[in-house]
């Protein structure tokens, strides 16, 4: 049957199961927009398209479905970019369709022109410039796959007007042909046993679980290898979720802002078991001090992120649910009982770390404290909320005092550090998720970033609600600035700032505020009647706390500073 | 260490930028980059040769074979094979030098392509130390321009460049 390209295009979306895309029409998005127009798919638009992407990068997390973003050629394209490389960063399942000119005319500068795939080919796991339509619903296909196997990322599909617009009888359902990509999924047998053995001999060994776990659902496989040889478990930011922070065995999450036992545990440990993680800078420190007498094995579904930045002993390359679930197979084959004591003693060791030091701040009943807000937040949703976050100081202290429990409830810029990401995510995340609560733990100066997605969630009825930790700075950089540059407040004070009740009765929602650490509570419950609308809640936190414990840049794990 | 990096491509548009920007974007050293359509025109081999230790190497492998449009990715200078590069050199030769350089040109076994009053083009194909030996002797009587194809290189034996496994490395090692 012959149709549009933009009708096939529609066509393969509702074969890939999709049910919900984000975009902004312009100019040679027209023919696919006319399509949209009767489609059975929910087209969400958002205020800008760099809203829409991360709205499509939170649903994708928190569905673990694919994330479907469009935007025209030129602006709407490059608005897309720091999206596209946030989704990159942190292996997000996104296919970003771009507009693009005219094949006839690409490359003399026409209007809203845009090389979107040079543009993108550094912050894409693939990309496609369609230049036949009847190799459209085979790119498709494609797109769908790369984005979601292996190592999940975005993919950028850019579509000519001329393209969309002929006709085609190019079939949705063809074959995938890539013979240049085959993720390895099973873990080589030698190197489980190889692996097992070294852990059997290990006195302090420690699990450093990351993203990985989380995007391959191995949280079940997780809990049961900790549980059966008791090995404590450390999580990195992404990896947060992955495994139940109640669990006895959980540690915490390492690096910068990481607890102190975590950061003790990775600089002390033996043997570290790295499943799913990239050994970011954030959570390794300064390397020469990281983890320096540890043998270190490494799952990871990716072949390039094993010994990228620190050489690994036994690396298994595989998708972290299946190799864990090898693992658990072959455990009855190895003695445990060699170092029983010596790990009892490990387990006991890092308890003590935790009960010395744990996430704490100087409690206040005169002003609120930002830590104080997330917590509250915590016991009133009962640990069970989504919670997106924006970037810097909100994030740091969502990831310390919020008790996650499940896998897909944090969502939060960990690569790119993308500020303005938390609120069009958290959207993303709500319509993914609508029977949860969703929130946005937001700085001020992060949400003024993208808040004009207010709109958005409030033409759609979407529930999120935004906490704003408001201390009109850019608290992050304020932070380093007092501990490193002399509390020189260089441009980092966000003097002039909407009044927040004010903007959410503008924009047709609800606007809360907080000025007493006794009204946080009563401003969370009220928010939480709420669901056909956005709540903003403008908590105005002690402007000049900061986050401890940090591991200063170029510093090591076990060099934290305090607060007081 | 110098590596000689052989990758099967498919021969499809944009594989070149996002080779050439890999090394570009992680900071790799690139010292030569050439490429043809194989027998198949499906599939281009890209001979690239780099500088790096050994984690690096490791790294660029990994990170090509990454790419979608790379089929394989070998590094050939795990194993026994044949490096060469096509070099064409414009020399100043007035007609007094023409006879001197003549037999330079055959010691080196190269060919005269191209002759006017003033100047010679010569053909020459060899591994880069030979073709620098080359230029060095011919220094003297005046470069005009070098243009270079940049070295490719095919594995020993009968098995193909891109096929080598580790075992077979591991084989010629023993």
């Known amino acids: 049957m012959s149709r549009t390209g933009a009708e096939a295009l529609v066509e393969c979306l509702k074969k890939q199961k999709v049910d919900v895309v984000f975009g902004y029409p312009g100019g040679v998005l027209l023919g696919i927009y006319d399509t949209l127009f009767d489609a059975d798919i929910l087209h969400v638009l958002p205020r800008h398209e760099q809203g829409g992407v991360h709205a499509a990068d939170g649903y994708a997390r928190a569905t673990g479905k694919v994330g479907v973003c469009f935007g025209t050629s030129g602006p709407g394209a490059t608005n897309l970019v720091t999206g596209i490389a946030n989704a990159y960063m942190d292996s997000v399942p996104l296919v970003a369709f771009t507009g693009q000119v005219p094949t006839a005319l690409i490359g003399g500068d026409a209007f809203q022109e845009a090389d979107i795939i040079g543009i993108t080919r550094p912050i894409v796991k693939h990309s496609y410039l369609v230049q036949n339509v009847d190799d459209l619903p085979k790119i498709i296909n494609e797109a769908f796959y790369i984005a979601s196997t292996g190592r999940p990322g975005p993919v950028v599909i850019d579509l000519p007007k001329d393209v969309v617009a002929s006709k085609t009888k190019a079939k949705c359902n063809g074959e995938i042909n890539l013979p240049g990509y085959n993720p390895t999924y099973e873990g080589h047998p030698l190197q489980i046993k190889k692996l097992l053995k070294e852990l059997s001999e290990a006195k302090k060994p420690v699990i450093y679980a990351g993203g990985g776990v989380i995007i391959s659902g191995a949280t079940d496989e997780l809990v049961k290898l900790s549980e059966q040889l008791s090995i404590p478990v450390v999580n990195s930011f992404l990896g947060l979720g992955g495994f139940p922070s109640a669990h006895e065995n959980y540690v915490g999450w390492l690096g910068m802002h990481g607890n102190y036992a975590s950061n003790m545990a990775m600089t002390e440990t033996d043997f570290i078991l790295a499943i799913g993680t990239r050994f970011s800078d954030r959570s390794t420190g300064r390397l020469d001090g990281f983890a320096p007498n540890a043998k270190i094995a490494h799952i990871d579904i990716d072949p390039a992120s094993i010994s990228k930045i620190v050489k690994i002993d036994i690396p298994i390359v595989g998708d972290c649910k299946k190799v864990l679930n090898q693992i658990n197979q072959y455990i009855d084959k190895f003695n445990w009982d060699k170092n029983r004591e010596q790990r009892k003693s490990w387990i006991k060791q890092i308890k003590v770390w935790n009960t010395e030091r744990p996430f704490s701040y100087k409690k206040s009943d005169k002003v609120i404290k930002p830590q104080f807000v997330v917590e509250e937040i915590c016991r009133l949703t009962d640990g069970e909320a989504i919670i997106a976050t924006e970037v810097g100081q909100n994030q740091m202290w969502a990831g310390q005092f919020y008790k996650f429990k499940h896998p897909r409830q944090f969502i939060s810029s960990g690569g790119l550090g993308t500020m303005g990401f938390g609120f069009p995510a958290a959207i993303g995340a709500k319509l993914g998720r609508p029977d949860k609560q969703v929130f946005d733990i937001a700085g001020d100066g992060s949400f003024l970033m993208n808040m004009q997605e207010i709109c958005t969630a409030v033409q759609y009825r979407v529930g999120v609600k935004v906490a704003i930790l408001n201390n009109k700075f850019l608290g992050m950089i304020r932070q380093w600035q007092h501990l490193f540059f002399n509390k020189r407040y260089s441009y980092s004070c966000l003097e002039c700032q909407p009044d927040f009740i004010k903007l959410a009765e503008a924009y047709g929602c609800v606007g809360l505020r907080a000025e007493k650490p006794s009204e946080v509570a009563d401003v969370i419950s009220e928010s939480l009647k709420i669901d056909d609308k956005p709540v903003l809640m403008d908590f105005r936190v002690d402007r000049e706390e900061n986050v401890y414990p940090m591991v200063a840049a170029g510093a090591a794990l076990n060099e934290m500073i305090f607060g007081e | ?174």
């Open chain 2, 1 to 174: 260490m110098r590596h000689i990096i052989s990758v099967l491509v498919e021969n499809h548009f944009g594989v070149l930028s996002r080779v050439a920007g890999l090394f570009s974007g992680r900071g790799y050293n690139i010292e030569s980059l050439s490429v043809g359509v194989t027998d198949d025109p499906k599939y281009s081999i890209m001979t690239i040769v780099t500088h790096g230790d050994d984690k690096i190497v490791e790294q660029i492998i990994k990170q090509l074979r990454k790419l979608i449009n790379t089929i394989r990715v070998r590094d050939v200078t795990q194993v026994e094979h044949i490096e060469r590069e096509m070099m064409l050199v414009k020399v100043h030769a007035s007609p007094k030098y023409r006879a001197e350089i003549f037999g330079i040109v055959n010691t080196f076994r190269g060919k005269i392509i191209d002759l006017t009053s003033e100047s010679l083009v010569i053909e020459i194909t060899g591994t880069k130390d030979k073709n620098k030996a080359f230029i060095d002797v011919l220094e003297v009587y005046g470069i005009i321009e070098v243009v270079r194809t940049g070295s490719v290189a095919i594995a020993r034996g009968s098995k193909s460049t891109t096929e080598f496994t580790k075992q077979d490395i591991k084989n010629q090692e023993e």
